[in-house]
């Protein structure tokens, strides 16, 4: 006997499109996608939750909380520290990130995702993405979609919870929800605390579609830093202040109290008119931005409003399909940089006081040509225009900076079955530098604050030139479907932007790289079932090798830091009646480097993680989940500060989490 089947409202359309839609729309982007349902997963609090069992996606924790991971896809803003570029992140069609291109990952809410849809690389489609590691669109849950309260704790001191209902009529729906989580956190100063506020509201008469969308955030986490490498095999759970040795004294986090409290509120609206030979859609968003990013030196505060405009044209003539779209985007950021005291964490002087202004201006033009049944060669191209001007007050110094450039795309799709594509493409990508890595700010000496000193740095556009191949579709096994993808892909890049840390594990700067490196890799998921006695066996299995090497220049012939090389996540899930229960791993199935020389005895060693997970739907309205994560109670590196060179003494590694347990129950409306 099966788990029963819950049956909700959904307000699908163009706005708010349905499973099928958004995968048939996936199925035109001739390169790799990913279609991610996160309400089917048995947890459901963090990205990692929502995007795990994903091939070619990376999610690398950094402190295991609601912190800032790093999320990685074809290495594209791996470098940035903390992570803050190389994806475009869409809530629903719309940009989330700030027009520089930066982001606080954590402001993403995984439990008010009804889909996701990442396209890899190059494959992007929106008119304002061009960096090299695509785009991520969270589409929000609608009308009763998602009527439930949930309630979650943990260990670690986690506790969760969820509100939230919706409404459907003939013409309008909405939905309104609240979560709210805190930790303790598995590290000493690694509490955090998130309370999200997300609504929606939509709109349909005919033809015609609206949608306004309401968001505020306020996401707090202390920062534990890193620790060396004895350090943290010795007690994983320790941070430097804990003892008395010179490295301790002088990178006391006690004292220093590194954190972020960081808030956001945002509204939206999107229009849409037209059928599928013609069509429009207008998109216009405002959002507020206050950050408290405070390192163990310096306290980066950042007050900053950013306005979007995106206006979208679809169609068919013949064998053509057609799109033409625009986009804008301005964002106006007030920071100051101030220095903080090494003995109590007291904010001193402010020695930076910048006004910084950014702004995107994109267009794009694309035909899908299907000159065969089973053929279509896709193309389109993008123009645009990124402006990032910054004034420091204080000084009157300024640095302007704009690049105008073109971002094509070729490609085609091979359909020889209505549940199977193959797919090549050859693309362009840029990326330019975000304030985060024009603005320095910095202190010489470690304990003496008056010391600290900013500066702008001028650099190029990060380019790329990505060739790829791959796959995906269905197949029948046991009388089972079984979906299956593969890519494989090389990017030929140029001016790769470099963002290092200091020998205390502080931002020490970005540059521009002088020599090409290349990101090649392959990325393959298997999942489906398989018949069981009484039940099913459900399975996942993501793989994803990255080959990241430089070329030329200081480093030739070395790996680039920041990316694990071989990585495999699955789960096994045997299900009867309204259980499911099983076994997971996330296998680092090789040791990374963490830093650009390759510097022996200070790479991240390979782990396996065993995990195992139980859920039970009592009916169609209760139903819970006990959690087990890293059974064994490995000590592990969970990710690690990224530098030019290292020596193993030096403050490396981010331990991950000891052995957890969490559960949850859950009522549906």
């Known amino acids: 006997m099966l788990s029963p089947v819950v049956v909700s409202g959904q307000a699908s359309g163009a706005l708010a499109p349905s499973v099928a839609q958004a995968r048939s729309a996936l199925q035109a982007v001739p390169g790799a996608t990913n279609l991610i349902q996160p309400q089917q997963e048995v ?3 963090t990205l990692r939750d929502a995007l795990d069992y994903q091939p070619g996606v990376v999610v ?8 800032q991971p790093r999320l990685n896809v074809r290495g594209s803003g791996i470098q940035s520290n903390p992570l803050s570029r190389g994806i475009l992140l869409l809530q629903d069609g719309l940009p989330i990130t700030e027009a520089d291109g930066s982001f606080v990952i954590s402001l993403l809410e995984p439990r008010n995702a009804g889909l996701v849809s990442v396209r890899r690389g190059a494959n992007a489609i929106s008119p304002g993405a061009s960096t090299l590691g695509g785009e991520v669109d969270f589409q929000s849950l609608t009308g009763t979609q998602g009527d439930f309260v949930k309630l979650g704790t943990g260990s670690f001191g986690t506790r969760t919870l969820t509100l939230a209902k919706g409404f459907e ?11 709210y989580d805190k930790s303790d956190g598995y590290r000493r100063h690694s509490a955090s605390e998130r309370t999200s506020f997300q609504g929606n509201l939509g709109f349909r008469r005919g033809a015609f579609e609206n949608r306004s969308y309401l968001s505020y955030t306020d996401l707090k986490f202390e920062i534990p830093q890193p620790l060396p490498k004895a350090r943290m095999e010795e007690d994983p759970r320790s941070v430097l202040g804990d003892g008395n040795t010179p490295q301790d004294l002088a990178n006391n986090i006690y004292n220093r109290d590194p954190h972020r409290d ?20 207008v998109g216009v968003y405002w959002q507020q931005l206050k ?43 007030d920071r100051d940089l101030v220095a903080i005291s090494p003995a109590n964490g007291r904010r001193l002087q402010r020695f930076g006081n910048y006004d910084l202004q950014a702004e995107n201006r994109s267009a794009m033009i694309g035909l899908d040509w299907h000159f065969a049944s089973q053929w279509t060669l896709v193309s389109s191209v993008k123009y645009s225009q990124a402006v990032r001007d910054a004034r420091e007050r204080g000084s009157g110094a300024k640095l302007d900076q704009d690049w105008n450039y073109a971002t094509p795309k070729l490609g085609i799709v091979w359909a020889p079955s209505a549940g199977q594509r193959w797919f090549a493409n050859v693309s362009r990508s840029h990326e330019a530098p975000t304030f985060w890595e024009i603005v320095n700010g910095g202190v010489a000496a470690p304990m003496n604050p008056a ?9 190029d556009m990060q380019r790329a030139v990505t060739y790829e191949l791959g796959g995906d579709g269905l197949l029948s096994m046991a009388g089972r479907d079984l979906r299956w993808s593969v890519a494989v892909y090389r990017s030929e890049v140029d001016d790769e932007l470099m963002s290092v ?22 990325e393959a998921g298997l999942d489906g079932s398989l018949p069981a006695p009484g039940g099913l066996l459900d399975y996942r299995v993501a793989y994803t090798l990255s080959d990241f090497r430089f070329r030329e220049g200081e480093f030739s012939g070395k790996r680039i830091a920041g990316v694990p090389r071989h990585l495999l996540s699955a789960e096994l899930l045997y299900r009867v009646g309204g259980w499911r229960m099983g076994p997971n791993v996330r296998w680092l199935m090789s040791d990374t480097e963490t830093n650009h020389d390759n510097a022996a005895g200070t790479q991240q060693k390979a782990y396996a993680l065993l995990g195992f ?9 209760w139903s819970a989940y006990l959690q087990a994560d890293n059974l064994m109670d490995k000590t592990y590196a969970s990710s690690y500060a990224i530098r030019n060179t290292a020596t193993a003494a030096m403050p490396i590694f981010l331990p991950g989490n000891g052995r957890a347990l969490s559960a949850g129950l859950a009522y549906r409306f």
């Open 43 to 45: 947890r459901l609090v």
């Open 60 to 67: 690398q924790e950094f402190f295991g909380g609601l912190d």
């Open 169 to 179: 009529g003939e013409r309008m729906d909405g939905r309104v929800s609240l979560g």
């Open 262 to 281: 960081t808030t956001q509120f945002r509204l939206a609206n999107r229009s849409y008119w037209g059928d599928e030979t013609l069509n429009q859609t």
């Open 291 to 333: 950050d408290d990013f405070t390192n163990p030196q310096v306290a980066t505060l950042t007050d900053g409003d950013t306005y979007g405009l995106q206006w979208m044209l679809a169609g068919k003539t013949g064998a053509v399909d057609y799109r033409v779209g625009l986009d804008w985007q301005h964002s106006d950021l």
């Open 451 to 459: 010391t600290a000193s900013t500066s702008m740095s001028k650099l």
């Open 501 to 522: 840390s200091t020998e205390n594990g502080t931002p020490a700067g970005t540059y521009n790289y002088r020599g090409r490196t290349r990101h090649q890799g392959l």
């Open 613 to 621: 997970k139980v859920a039970y739907e009592h009916d169609a309205h």
